[in-house]
């Protein structure tokens, strides 16, 4: 009984390292949640509020008249229709960028892992170097390329500029996952006569699940969030919403309607933070199945 009671009692005491942590944890919660507080609140306020500062304020007067703006009427350049065009740019730049990379990640690492050919460690360092080159130094050689090849700012240019940025890592995420199957799964499979695709398609892709989602959710959200590739090569028909939010945020004149920027940019976000607060879970679990060993 003592001894119960003496336990109950350290375990009530203010141990400093737990209120460290849980201080920690806090502040980092705010440095991240107040930045988007500030944009939610701003984005349902008429500008009349927003020009009186307070920017902590919850709105007066809520209005979801500046998230329609953003979507449909807000001014890109020379063009007044609002980011939504960007949007569908967007998933059609991600969709097919998203399953290709992943396809040709998975059979890079397939390959790698259970079919190794002489220079096989020496063509996946080669690989990975392509991971560590910053993107401002291909630009240019990309350009000509596209060019020559006649896809230069075209859909298909810019879904070709995508995967090909996006195999090092796909390759590397696959690759480590396959390597913490046993081989004797692949052995055994050899022996039934299974081929290269058999095996992959019918043994290896199934037991990919959990890598897939890992893949999928770093594809998606990497191909959506970035500008510079989009700007150069997607060509002006196809540019994707990151580049129409710049559009917004910059061509305004007269007076910055920030309710609307920070709608846009909301708006812009949606789709990756959907994305990381419904599979977050998935992603970890993916993770912790494979894809860092090897």
């Known amino acids: 009984m003592n001894a119960t009671v003496t336990r109950a009692r350290r375990n009530t005491r203010l141990d400093p390292a737990r209120i460290g942590i849980y201080a920690f944890l806090v502040s ?30 919850l709105p007066l007067s809520f209005t979801m008249e500046p998230w329609q703006t953003a979507w449909s009427s807000a001014c890109t350049g020379v063009d007044c229709e609002g980011i939504r065009g960007g949007f569908w740019n967007s998933l059609a730049i991600v969709a097919p ?6 396809l040709i ?13 002489r220079g096989a460690g020496l063509l996946f360092g080669i ?17 000509q390329i596209l060019a020559a090849l006649h896809l230069f700012s075209s859909l298909p240019g810019i879904i070709l500029i995508h995967v090909i940025f996006g195999m090092p ?33 019918q043994l290896m892709l199934p037991m990919s699940t959990p890598i897939i989602i890992v893949a999928a959710i770093m ?20 540019l994707p919403m990151t580049v129409q939010l710049n559009n917004v945020i910059n061509t305004t004149t007269g007076v910055r309607l920030y309710n609307v920027n920070m709608a846009a940019t909301i708006l812009t ?20 199945a494979g894809a860092v060993k090897g």
């Open 269 to 288: 976000s949606l789709v990756p933070l959907s994305i990381y607060l419904v599979s977050g879970r998935w992603f970890v679990r993916g993770i912790a």
């Open 219 to 238: 594809q998606v959200t990497g191909i959506w969030n970035d500008y510079i590739l989009g700007l150069v090569f997607a060509g002006r028909e196809n």
């Open 127 to 143: 690989l990975m170097m392509g991971a560590f080159i910053p993107v401002q130094v291909m630009i240019y050689p990309l350009v």
């Open 28 to 57: 980092a919660a705010a440095f991240f949640l107040l930045p988007l507080y500030i944009m939610l609140v701003t984005s349902v306020k008429p500008m009349d509020e927003i020009r009186l500062g307070n920017i902590f304020a």
């Open 105 to 117: 990640g998975a059979l890079n690492g397939y390959a790698l892992s259970f079919w190794r050919a």
């Open 97 to 102: 960028s998203t399953v290709l990379s992943i």
């Open 169 to 201: 890592v796909m390759t590397l995420l696959f690759r480590n996952y396959y390597a913490s199957i046993p081989e004797e799964l692949f052995k055994a499979a050899r022996i039934d006569g299974g081929g290269f695709f058999r095996i992959f398609l």
